[in-house]
């Protein structure tokens, strides 16, 4: 890998970083949002939904142009809309003016992931690409040992609004790297794809059943995940008596784990294959799930070794996912493919939580009940992922 491949992956990977924290750090101030906003789990999962209905939508719609142009100054129009968004989470003063945040942050936040990948797909060879996604995926780890962990300490220091002003401010040097350090992309545009019919996406998808399976495993993978996430931090809470204080912990020790794994399941993955090494982890990750949703009062250690595990295990099967997803297209329709596949991820992913949060039940005495159902559902998705994954075929 060369220096300025290097160097590319390491701006995409702050992109990333400071996209994933600031959707991540809503998760684990659930418990203190909740009280704030004296609100139910469910319309928590209404915050953390309306950031992916919001983003699907913007995502589908950026299908239609999205490989008429240049995907960095696509990349750049969408990071600075998300740092205003970010900006304007910061800002809100009530549970309604946040959800309407967290809605211009989705509309934007909606078009990022879908370049960033674009842009690793175009950039190197189906060979070298699960590497390469690793790198990039190692930014959800950096985001869960600083980025999380920091994030509730400024909130537990002065309040919650305080990550949402760090992301931006960060958000500001990154919009200068993307300008200074990231090339023209547009190596797609030589064919002229910009003259085709602009429903041509659709209409590519509906008539190829290898990019239909491509999608139906992203929905499927997602279904099951984000049912389960929103949750893990008011339940350990609310059930097994963990201090809100300790919830930096999980995301501190997780995210160290992953740094050292993810390198070495792309690795893998370039090396024996996608499928295989999807299969193998998906199998490993159902265990961490039915110990976290089954989960007695336990000690934290055992807590944190059952949550490093997840993190492991989850992380792996999402490396070899990114790269069969992404190969299933030519680069002069990966623009438009990856907003569509980013935009049915991330409904997919409002509609997971929206379901975690209609299964689950707080009792009067603040207990959560049915968090073992959402568990088996979520390994049931897991389950049915590895028979759709072994239909997706790589074509670039």
């Not at 390198?263 to 499928?275: E, F, Q, S």
């Amino acid at each position: 890998m060369t220096t300025k491949e290097k160097l590319l992956l390491l701006v995409l990977a702050c992109v990333n970083f400071t996209h994933i924290v600031d959707f991540m750090i809503l998760m684990p101030l659930g418990p203190q949002l909740m009280t704030i906003f004296d609100i139910e789990p469910y319309q928590f999962g209404i915050v953390v939904s309306a950031y992916g209905f919001a983003a699907a939508v913007s995502g589908f719609t950026l299908a239609f142009f999205a490989d008429k142009f240049d995907r960095k100054n696509l990349l750049l129009m969408a990071y600075i809309g998300f740092v205003a968004g970010t900006f304007a989470c910061a800002l809100s003063p009530s549970y309604e003016w946040l959800i309407t945040a967290r809605i211009v942050s989705g509309i934007f936040g909606g078009l990022i992931s879908s370049q960033v990948l674009s842009i690793v797909a175009d950039k190197f060879s189906y060979e070298r690409r699960a590497s390469a996604m690793s790198i990039i995926m190692t930014a959800f780890s950096v985001a869960s040992v600083v980025g999380v962990p920091g994030g509730l300490y400024l909130a537990n220091m002065f309040n919650w609004h305080a990550p949402f002003y760090t992301v931006g401010g960060l958000g500001i040097l990154v919009i200068g790297l993307i300008f200074f350090f990231v090339p023209q992309v547009n190596e797609h545009l030589v064919t002229k794809q910009s003259k085709r019919n602009p429903f041509a996406v659709i209409t590519d998808i509906l008539k190829t059943p290898n990019q239909l399976w491509a999608l139906a495993l992203s929905v499927v993978i997602m279904l099951g995940h984000f049912s389960i996430i929103p949750y893990i931090a008011p339940t350990l809470v609310s059930n097994i008596g963990y201090s809100q204080d300790d919830i930096y912990l999980i995301y501190l020790i997780g995210g160290a784990l992953t740094i050292f794994s993810a390198p070495i399941v792309g690795k893998l993955a370039d090396k024996k294959g996608k499928y295989p090494v999807f299969v193998t982890f998906a199998l490993l990750s159902m265990l961490p799930i039915w110990l976290i949703t089954n989960l007695v009062p336990t000690p934290v250690y055992v807590v944190l070794i059952i949550t490093g595990l997840f993190f492991i295990f989850t992380n792996g099967r999402i490396i070899p996912t990114q790269a069969m997803v992404s190969s299933v297209v030519t680069p002069q329709q990966r623009g438009g493919f990856m907003a569509i596949n980013s935009s049915v991820q991330l409904l997919a992913q409002a509609i997971a939580t929206s379901i975690g949060g209609a299964i689950i039940v707080q009792e009067e005495s603040g207990y959560i009940s049915h968090y073992d159902w959402v568990g088996y559902y979520a390994m049931f998705m897991l389950f049915i992922s590895i028979f759709i994954a072994k239909k997706v075929k790589a074509v670039s």
